[in-house]
């Protein structure tokens, strides 16, 4: 299993940023998948979900409204597009895949910084 998160960068507070996740090594269309962030000194936190089909998706109610949890099954790739990006958005942002309850894989994340 590999995951490879990308598109993290420094932005303005208002921006935009989409990170991408490409998915190898296992039959991505079967697996709901994630995106957790941990913020510096901070534990992490679950962001966004996305089951196999896209058809149900939840967020965090801190994101809700500002960021898009989406995939591409024949892309093998999971995509979190985020506006309004604030300060407090700041954090590493993993992918994860799913397996029953918990996350069973992740990556080596992807570095947001929202700052002026």
């Known amino acids: 299993v590999q995951l490879v998160e990308s598109g993290g960068g420094l932005v303005q507070p208002g921006g935009s940023l989409r990170l991408s996740c490409a998915a190898s090594?296992?039959?991505?269309?079967?697996?709901?998948m994630s995106w957790v962030r941990q913020a510096p000194g901070k534990g992490p936190e679950w962001v966004s979900a996305?089951?196999?089909?896209?058809?149900?998706?939840d967020y965090a109610d801190s994101v809700k409204g500002r960021f898009t949890i989406s995939r591409d099954n024949a892309k093998n790739t999971l995509y979190l597009q985020m506006n309004s990006l604030k300060p407090e958005d700041t954090a590493l942002y993993y992918c994860?895949?799913?397996?029953?309850?918990?996350?069973?894989?992740w990556g080596q994340g992807t570095q947001v910084t929202v700052s002026s």
């Open positions: 994860a895949r799913e397996r029953g309850a918990a996350s069973d894989s």
């Open positions: 090594g296992f039959i991505f269309s079967s697996y709901d």
């Open positions: 996305i089951n196999t089909g896209g058809g149900n998706i």
